[in-house]
């Protein structure tokens, strides 16, 4: 179950701290990125789609863990890969950071990552 605060710290925040652990070097590494609330889950969108070496480090090792404000959570990653949802995830992010935002930023949105709440 996910603690209150950091519950309350994603509140005060558009943009969360990602640790993901490489695939090769098996060291983690921590990057800013953008995310999504949604009911019991946060979604993510790899900057670069599949090209990028965070989503890469995911597909490899799925455990995550997620800073916001101080607060952190611990979880296992979810790939999105379908099509229809990853577009849903699109749209979430245009609805919260701008069409033009996500367009500047996301040159290549063919995936995204769920990491549940619970």
Avoid: C, H
């Amino acid at each position: 179950m996910t603690s209150p605060d950091f519950t309350q710290s994603l509140e005060g925040t558009s943009e969360i701290d990602l640790t993901v652990t490489g695939r090769n070097t098996g060291r983690e590494s921590t990057r800013p990125v953008w995310f999504v609330r949604e009911p019991g889950r946060l979604d993510l969108l790899p900057v670069t789609g599949t090209d990028s070496q965070w989503y890469k480090n995911v597909l490899a090792r799925p455990a995550v863990r997620i800073t916001a404000d101080g607060a952190e959570l611990a979880a296992q990653a979810t790939p999105v890969t379908d099509p229809a949802r990853v577009a849903e995830v699109i749209d979430a992010f245009r609805a919260k950071y701008g069409a033009d935002n996500v367009a500047n930023y996301y040159p290549n949105p063919n995936v995204a990552v769920e990491v549940p709440l619970a």
